[in-house]
């Protein structure tokens, strides 16, 4: 099970990076829409994987034996 939280965290981590910076790069050019999602929701979208990738990261540790 501390494996498994552990991919969840480094693939929502990185899932979360990627769009993130998507987002952040779609609005530098002056897109305010990307496909039918507004880059603002893209952003969002990236903390909430990232936010993911924290609380499987902490249900990591706290599962680890001592």
Not at 11 to 36: E, F, K, M, N, T
Request: aromatic share 4%; net charge positive.
């Amino acid at each position: 099970m501390n494996d498994l939280l552990i991919w969840i965290g480094r693939i929502a981590g990185i899932v979360g990076v990627l769009v993130g910076i998507g987002a952040v790069a779609a609005r530098a050019v002056g897109l305010w829409h990307v496909g039918s999602l507004s880059s603002g929701t893209l952003l969002q979208a990236g903390v909430a994987a990232m936010v993911l990738a924290i609380l499987a990261y902490v249900a990591a540790i706290a599962e680890r034996k001592r």
